[in-house]
């Protein structure tokens, strides 16, 4: 579980904010994926 406490305070100094919709529009979702694999990943990222 030390790895979620590292990633968890990594996560807490990333940026998340996202500009207010217009009135009745969707809103913006920031969201961080970690890949802990040593080559960069291409694809979607979807959560489950």
């Known amino acids: 579980m030390r790895s979620w406490a590292a990633l968890t305070r990594l996560a807490d100094q990333i940026d998340t904010q996202v500009d207010l919709p217009a009135e009745d529009h969707p809103s913006a979702l920031a969201f ?17």
């Not at 961080?32 to 489950?48: L, Q």
């Open 32 to 48: 961080v994926v970690w890949n802990p694999h040593p080559t960069e990943y291409r694809g979607a990222a979807r959560s489950t």
